[in-house]
């Protein structure tokens, strides 16, 4: 078993600047993180803490920055037709909102499968990426802690998509630092 595994969704993010970690690289999106998180689990068994590191954009955070994130949520999880609020999955007993608690004033990741240009149709969610609710659940559902950074590339606007690129790799030297400082992983 492992201590800590940290998970992101491509290696570009990274850089080639963890590998002296025990990184799970997953794909993008909610389907492959999920498939690949548990694959992993089956395989090699629970780590004692899971970290998720990736890009995000933000409507209100200045690109550059990275963030810890405490609360999660599934953007796209959409069946208010039926009565749901919006981010529900309709009859799973999992909570909508996943973290902790006690960290209300937490920023919120909203979680989905499309790249977010237009932030104004997503009230309440201060930073989106596409894989953090689902690692999130998984961790939640195996009881293992969790953590979540994101650097935020781009302003969830039209320019995101170029604003992605040019920045997906620029935050892991940040995020190494609180590798080393916080969790002392270099020996994992």
């Known amino acids: 078993m492992i201590d800590t595994l940290i998970v992101c969704a491509l290696e570009q993010e990274t850089n080639n600047q963890l590998n002296d970690y025990n990184v799970l690289y997953t794909g993008v999106g909610k389907v492959n993180s999920t498939f690949e998180l548990t694959r992993h689990f089956m395989i090699y068994g629970f780590p004692k803490l899971v970290i998720n590191y990736g890009t995000a954009g933000s409507r209100d955070l200045p690109i550059g920055e990275l963030v810890e994130c405490g609360r999660f949520v599934q953007r796209d999880m959409d069946v208010s037709p039926l009565g749901f609020p919006r981010g529900t999955t309709p009859f799973d007993k999992t909570a909508s909102v996943l973290g902790d608690a006690h960290f209300i004033d937490s920023l919120v990741v909203g979680s989905g499968d499309s790249f977010v240009i237009n932030k104004k149709e997503y009230e309440g969610i201060d930073v989106f990426d596409m894989e953090a609710f689902c690692i999130a659940k998984i961790c939640d559902k195996w009881n ?24 997906v790799s620029d ?8 590798l080393d400082e916080v969790y002392n992983t270099t020996s994992n």
């Open 144 to 167: 293992i802690p969790f953590k979540c950074y994101k650097y935020i590339t781009d302003n969830a606007d039209e320019k995101s998509p170029n604003d992605w690129e040019q920045n």
């Open 171 to 178: 935050g892991i030297l940040e995020f190494k630092k609180i």
